[in-house]
């Protein structure tokens, strides 16, 4: 018999439901990061070809992107707790299997399977986190809480990892993924009831859809990588794009035209959910396209070595873990709204400051790290709140894997735009010891062009998403 889930009054009472879902979000920031690190290693141990080392973090990415929005309906449908706990046994079992692993193959193959964990778990815990009470400043709170642990796993991720590596072997970083999941079982088990069945939809599964929606994601995280691997100059890349807007266009016509769709547009289409998606997109174009490009500029541009690059990033990792203080008093003195615009706007300030001035000096580099790391802090806490505003509470699940695939997606296209522009701008290897003086001129206008062309499209994205907030007076919550 499942139980009504009891909205709860304050974050204590609610420790050991928080302590769950921030051990499934903490998964998800660290597991690539640390896996970094080892790269090297495991290509060496393996014998893997650069291909099959890009797979290892690239089939985690595009399984986790295209199938987000598929269990976020099914969750929706038959629970969110069942789904969850069902993906953290599954996240178990793969990391478990990397004790076993003896080549490339076998290794992409366990990180596909837990990208298909991370695709059942990771939308669940905004929307578990959202649900657990009625208060919007609880829930901002809460969901606070949640990304402030996995950030700091994100932060601690490659210097943890590269520790680790020292004393241990490689499977060791990905075998730690057991007690995050058992713990996050045990903690989502006894702190958060099943799902009331009057919060579930009982609407039949719009297969077609879910089909259309996970090969258009899935083109869609694939094509930049293309770009960016073969060049625009290749027929790959864009014959993938074709196809990715080819798959968009259908799923559209399908969701309008279906019964019982996979994603209701008139739900996206209001401005709470299509101004936070807007916003989420913006800070995914920037914070992909900067911090590709930093890294390269620090290391190649300036000749940092790798630990000096590493500090030198510091700023935004520093604001990324100790600006969860600061979400909440901001958010209650500006409100919902006015925080999700503001915070976006920073972002796209920060990505112009880097355009324009980056290239003078260090100092400049730190300012636009910061106000990017700032904006970011609270956008992806206030505009993924509001989206979950925006939808009735039967399709709360399928909101936060929305919020999670436009960043996905948009995170590639950042990194799809700066790496076209290098490869058209940039003459010779990246990689080279010693550039010539025209590579370095080529280099920075590659860097200021890349940047300008995310600021711009940034921007856009912002300033739709500011007039969608324009509209929320006139605009009914829907039913």
Same mark, same amino acid.
């Given at each position: 018999?499942?139980?009504?889930?009891?909205?709860?009054?304050?974050?204590?009472?609610?420790?050991?439901?928080?302590?769950?879902l921030?051990?499934?979000?903490?998964?998800?920031?660290?597991?690539?990061?640390?896996?970094?690190?080892?790269?090297?290693?495991?290509?060496?141990?393996?014998?893997?070809?650069?291909t099959?080392?890009?797979?290892?973090?690239?089939?985690?990415?595009?399984?986790?992107?295209?199938?987000?929005?598929?269990?976020?309906?099914?969750?929706?449908?038959?629970g969110?707790?069942?789904?969850?706990?069902?993906?953290?046994?599954?996240?178990?079992?793969?990391?478990?299997?990397?004790?076993?692993?003896?080549?490339?193959?076998q290794?992409?193959?366990? $990180?596909?399977?837990?990208?298909?964990?991370?695709?059942?778990?990771?939308?669940?815990?905004?929307?578990?986190?959202?649900?657990?009470?009625?208060?919007?400043?609880? $829930?901002?709170?809460?969901?606070?809480?949640?990304?402030?642990?996995?950030?700091?796993?994100?932060?601690?991720?490659?210097?943890?990892?590269?520790?680790?590596?020292?004393?241990?072997?490689?499977?060791?970083?990905?075998?730690?993924?057991?007690?995050?999941?058992?713990?996050?079982?045990?903690?989502?088990?006894?702190?958060?009831?099943?799902?009331?069945?009057?919060?579930?939809?009982r609407d039949?599964?719009?297969?077609?859809?879910?089909?259309?929606?996970?090969?258009?994601?899935?083109?869609?995280?694939?094509?930049?990588?293309?770009?960016?691997?073969?060049?625009?100059?290749?027929?790959?890349?864009?014959?993938?794009?074709?196809?990715?807007?080819?798959?968009?266009?259908?799923?559209?016509?399908?969701?309008?035209?279906?019964?019982?769709?996979?994603?209701?547009?008139?739900?996206?289409?209001?401005?709470?959910?299509?101004?936070?998606?807007?916003?989420?997109?913006?800070?995914?174009?920037?914070?992909?396209?900067?911090?590709?490009?930093v890294?390269?500029?620090?290391?190649?541009d300036?000749?940092?070595?790798?630990?000096?690059?590493a500090?030198?990033?510091?700023?935004?990792?520093?604001?990324?873990?100790?600006?969860?203080?600061?979400?909440?008093?901001?958010?209650?003195?500006?409100?919902?709204?006015?925080?999700?615009?503001?915070?976006?706007?920073?972002?796209?300030?920060?990505?112009?400051?880097?355009?324009?001035?980056?290239?003078?000096?260090?100092?400049?580099?730190?300012?636009?790290?910061?106000?990017?790391?700032?904006?970011?802090?609270?956008?992806?806490?206030?505009?993924?709140?509001?989206?979950?505003?925006?939808?009735?509470?039967?399709?709360?699940?399928?909101?936060?894997?929305?919020?999670?695939?436009?960043?996905?997606?948009?995170?590639?296209?950042?990194?799809?735009v700066?790496?076209?522009?290098?490869?058209?701008l940039?003459?010779?290897?990246?990689?080279?010891?010693?550039?010539?003086?025209?590579?370095?001129?080529q280099?920075?206008?590659?860097?200021?062009?890349?940047?300008?062309?995310?600021?711009?499209?940034?921007?856009?994205?912002?300033?739709?998403?500011?007039? $969608?907030?324009?509209?929320?007076?006139?605009?009914?919550?829907?039913?």
């Amino acid at each position: 018999m499942q139980t009504t889930i009891r909205k709860v009054a304050s974050l204590r009472e609610a420790w050991v439901a928080l302590a769950g879902l921030s051990a499934v979000f903490l998964f998800e920031m660290l597991d690539n990061s640390i896996l970094n690190v080892a790269l090297p290693t495991i290509g060496r141990e393996l014998h893997a070809s650069t291909t099959a080392l890009q797979w290892v973090t690239g089939a985690y990415a595009v399984v986790f992107g295209g199938l987000m929005l598929a269990f976020g309906a099914v969750a929706d449908r038959f629970g969110r707790r069942r789904v969850m706990l069902a993906g953290l046994g599954l996240l178990a079992a793969a990391s478990l299997a990397t004790a076993f692993v003896a080549t490339a193959e076998q290794l992409v193959a366990v $990180r596909a399977a837990m990208g298909v964990a991370a695709a059942m778990t990771t939308p669940g815990s905004m929307a578990l986190a959202f649900r657990l009470f009625d208060d919007d400043g609880l $829930r901002v709170r809460a969901i606070t809480i949640v990304s402030t642990v996995g950030l700091a796993g994100l932060a601690v991720g490659p210097t943890a990892g590269g520790f680790v590596l020292a004393v241990a072997p490689w499977q060791v970083l990905l075998l730690v993924n057991v007690p995050i999941a058992v713990l996050a079982m045990i903690c989502v088990r006894a702190g958060i009831a099943a799902d009331d069945p009057a919060g579930l939809h009982r609407d039949p599964v719009d297969v077609a859809g879910a089909v259309l929606g996970t090969a258009t994601i899935v083109l869609a995280l694939v094509a930049p990588t293309l770009f960016v691997d073969e060049g625009a100059a290749s027929w790959g890349p864009w014959a993938a794009t074709t196809a990715a807007v080819a798959g968009a266009v259908l799923f559209v016509l399908r969701e309008r035209s279906a019964r019982y769709p996979l994603l209701d547009l008139r739900l996206v289409a209001h401005p709470l959910v299509s101004s936070g998606l807007a916003f989420k997109a913006a800070a995914g174009l920037a914070t992909a396209g900067m911090g590709y490009l930093v890294t390269l500029q620090l290391q190649l541009d300036w000749g940092w070595p790798p630990a000096l690059a590493a500090a030198g990033l510091l700023p935004q990792v520093v604001v990324l873990v100790a600006g969860g203080a600061f979400v909440n008093p901001f958010v209650r003195r500006a409100g919902l709204e006015r925080a999700a615009w503001l915070s976006a706007t920073t972002v796209v300030a920060g990505l112009a400051v880097y355009g324009l001035l980056g290239r003078f000096g260090y100092v400049f580099v730190a300012v636009a790290l910061v106000l990017v790391a700032a904006g970011i802090r609270v956008v992806g806490v206030v505009a993924g709140t509001n989206v979950l505003r925006g939808l009735p509470e039967h399709r709360t699940t399928i909101g936060a894997a929305l919020t999670d695939t436009a960043t996905e997606v948009t995170s590639g296209i950042g990194i799809a735009v700066t790496g076209t522009v290098l490869a058209a701008l940039f003459t010779g290897g990246l990689a080279t010891s010693a550039w010539s003086p025209q590579q370095t001129a080529q280099f920075r206008e590659a860097v200021t062009t890349a940047t300008l062309t995310l600021t711009v499209a940034a921007a856009a994205l912002v300033a739709w998403g500011f007039l $969608r907030t324009r509209r929320l007076a006139a605009t009914p919550e829907p039913a």
